[in-house]
């Protein structure tokens, strides 16, 4: 045995001496590192990135390849390599040019398509806090509590509700709430200013081994701007008493860092009967500092905070019988208010050319507290059924990742791993779902307690390139320990319980030519359960399992066009959920589904730009007889498309739609939930430093259901309740201006 592995690392020694590689530095026009320029063979398909002192490394390298280095905001520049450069050096430098889809390269990534994505966002920049997931393909949101609350999220034929089973990060910040008061997986993404987003990545499936809690259906991960080049500020303002207001300014710059703040405020009334006297403000700073050598440290403080009044999710019938209009209320003394401080780490340690560490560590402070009320008299014909949930939350967490590359064989072959360990512990006190009248008389605690969960994790992900293929084996290693204390007991009841998970991941990628990509994506992933689910249900199905599969492409036939397919397929394991607005146990049993992914992105000018998605998903379960099985509220088809232009006589703007065909809402398919078509436009004309804008949602004035449920309820003179469509009507046409200078 000693001698074959003598005899192995000899062949690899041997090969690593006679390969050719090409090395050098990627700098800006004012001679500054930049970090995570794509540097592509295009002759073999090879591929790295800068590093934070623009240090690329690129292996497999012969005379006359095509070698291309590419960043979005940046004029791609391309090198043939000469007898000169080979086990040599070459110094490139970017040159600043509007975004186009010619700056991305089709490279051998498990999430290739981010890259293209990003494309989407730096040409139709996000302007709200709702639209930054709309971005992902195939992901619809809705709202319906006010503003304040987290927004639903449907993705791959999940009602996620508010993040069940896909992953949400900030920075490597997760956004997810366990345990939390209102549902699992609560997540508030309103603490992001919109205009601090730099690009997104995002993930579909369960196949990412840095990856843990809640990637079911995916991920998404929001990286936000390291610096700013101007300052900016800017007015808002609209129908329905909108105002909002937004400033970032620079207040540190020299050679090796910098430092800018921002801020949002958000005032609306809405378009609802009883208004909403909807308030958010954010506040965020940010530090960077990189001696573009070694070493690149970035520090985030951020703070948000908002209050709301709610009209809730109100019923058919009391509109058909005319007791309120579209916009009214039943219960209008829904709402709530809540708060979110976080301060995050994030490290990136150089150690050579081939092995980095990369570490983050964050802190958050956040309350909740909701009061809704969706059944209105059926519990209690005199007082009402509005609830009150609450919480008093504080996460910490850190991970630190080690990654090192090495040349395997004779110069045609890479390897490339990462392994890192990391802990979250979130503590939640007085978590509570209560009966209260008004928002202001407490009649009833139905549950009351403390949380403590912790996860510590380990992951190991290995990339392995050789000529036209990529195999990206993985696996995950989750511990969880969940600790409830019951406080409506008189005596005191704690309770705890602890579960492992192991969870590998296989992806294949098959490159036959630099305009073609097959993949096949395969893994297992988990989203647990509530800490008073674990408890209640001693210890049994804390994590149920997801097992994902997909096939597809991507194809970039020409520089500006980009197209991508997919069929997939999850099944998820029996799981038990814990309903926040009931404060029970509630088996959802099996769940089979499959779908397909189709997409288009095309730049038919230098200043016109176009993108589209559809998918479609067959969702059921799979423990109920046929015409029994549907999933309420799970999406069948799905698509969205925009078309955005910049630069034409100083005019800017896009359109842009999104469609939801109708779905059940029940498991019968006996009450529907209609669907909806939507129109957006944003137009702006920019002079010198001053940009004017309108915004117009829902252009065409559609009557719309932005969220719809099948509740049973019973209005006050009632003498039976009804099952039956409750819904939050979606926005009218809602016009808004904007005015905005950088300087």
């Not at 890192?420 to 503590?427: A, L, N």
């Not at 000529?467 to 406080?487: A, S």
Request: glycine content about 8%; overall charge negative; charged content about 20%.
């Amino acid at each position: 045995m000693k001698k074959y592995i003598l005899t192995l690392f000899t062949i690899i020694a041997f090969g690593a001496l006679h390969a050719h590689e090409l090395s050098g530095t990627v700098t800006s026009e004012d001679a500054k590192a930049l970090e995570g320029v794509g540097v592509y063979n295009k002759s073999t398909g090879a591929y790295t990135y800068t590093n934070v002192s623009g240090y690329f490394e690129l292996d497999d390298i012969s005379v006359g390849d095509i070698v291309r280095f590419y960043s979005l905001g940046y004029l791609t520049q391309q090198v043939t390599v000469t007898e000169n450069q080979l086990d040599g050096t070459v110094n490139i430098t970017m040159i600043e040019s509007a975004v186009s889809l010619d700056q991305v390269v089709l490279v051998s990534k498990v999430n290739a398509m981010s890259n293209f994505v990003n494309v989407d966002i730096k040409t139709n920049p996000v302007k709200s806090s709702q639209e930054i997931l709309r971005k992902v393909p195939g992901l619809i949101i809705g709202q319906h509590a006010g503003g304040g609350k987290a927004e639903q999220i449907f993705l791959r034929g999940f009602d996620i509700d508010h993040g069940t089973d896909v992953a949400i990060d900030v920075d490597g910040m997760p956004v997810n709430m366990v345990s939390h008061a209102h549902g699992q997986g609560y997540s508030d993404m309103h603490f992001i200013i919109p205009e601090t987003i730099d690009n997104i990545d995002f993930g579909k499936g369960p196949y990412y081994a840095y990856k843990g809690n809640f990637n079911t259906a995916g991920y998404i991960d929001l990286k936000l701007r390291k610096q700013i080049d101007k300052n900016t500020v800017s007015l808002e303002a609209g129908q329905f008493n909108t105002l909002r207001t937004m400033g970032m300014f620079k207040v540190a710059e020299s050679d090796f860092s910098n430092a800018y703040v921002a801020s949002e405020l958000v005032l609306t009334d809405g378009p609802f009967e009883s208004s909403q006297n909807f308030n958010r403000i954010n506040l965020m700073g940010r530090y960077n500092y990189s001696n573009r050598v070694d070493q690149d440290l970035t520090l985030t403080l951020s703070h948000f905070q908002s209050k709301w009044d709610a009209s809730g999710q109100i019923p058919q019938r009391a509109i058909d019988q005319g007791l309120i209009g579209r916009f009214g209320a039943i219960d209008d003394t829904e709402g709530g208010k809540t708060s979110r401080s976080n301060l995050l780490i994030n490290h990136t340690n150089q150690l050579d050319e081939h092995s980095s560490v990369r570490s983050k560590a964050y802190i958050s402070k956040y309350d909740f507290e909701l009061f809704s009320n969706f059944t209105f008299f059926l519990e209690d014909p005199v007082n009402g059924d509005q609830i009150r949930q609450y919480e008093d939350r504080t996460i910490i967490g850190a991970e630190t990742a080690y990654a090192h590359s090495i040349h395997v064989g004779d110069h045609d072959s890479q390897l490339k791993y990462e392994a890192g360990i990391g802990f979250r512990y979130d503590d939640v006190n007085d978590v509570q779902l209560s009966r209260t009248a008004d928002r202001q008389m407490l009649l009833e605690r139905l549950a009351y307690g403390n949380v403590d969960e912790v996860n510590g994790y380990g992951f190991f992900d290995l990339t392995y390139k050789r000529n036209k293929w990529t195999i990206n084996p993985g696996l995950r290693l989750d511990y969880f320990k969940f600790d409830y204390v019951n406080l409506l007991t008189e005596t005191y009841d704690s309770n705890s319980q602890d579960k492992l998970f192991l969870g590998p991941k296989l992806n294949v990628i098959y490159a036959p030519s630099p305009s073609v990509q097959l993949f096949a994506k395969s893994g297992i992933g988990f989203h647990s359960n509530d800490t008073r689910v674990v408890i209640a249900d001693t210890g049994e199905d804390i994590l149920p399992l997801a097992f994902g599969a997909d096939l597809g492409t991507i194809l970039k036939p020409i520089d500006k066009l980009v197209v991508n397919a997919a069929l997939w397929t999850l099944f998820l394991q029996q799981e038990f959920v814990y309903v926040g607005d009931a404060g029970i146990v509630e088996p959802s049993g099996k769940t089979r589904r499959y779908g397909v992914d189709l997409g288009l992105r095309y730049q038919l000018t230098d200043g016109l730009y176009a993108n589209g998605d559809i998918n479609y998903t067959h969702a059921r379960s799979t423990e109920e007889p046929d015409g029994e099985n549907y999933i309420p509220l799970a999406p069948e088809l799905t698509s969205s498309a925009g078309l955005s232009f910049r630069d034409i006589h100083k005019f800017s703007g896009g359109i842009s739609y999104r469609y939801v065909k109708d779905r059940p809402a029940n498991e019968d398919n006996s009450i529907v939930a209609e669907g909806y078509f939507v129109t957006d436009l944003n137009l702006n004309y920019s002079h010198k430093n001053w940009t004017l804008g309108i915004i117009i949602e829902n252009l065409f004035d559609t009557e719309w259901n932005e969220t719809q449920f099948a509740t049973e309820s019973r209005l006050f003179n009632e003498p039976q309740s009804v099952e039956e469509i409750h819904f939050t009507p979606g926005i009218p046409f809602y016009l808004r201006g904007k005015i905005s200078v950088t300087f």
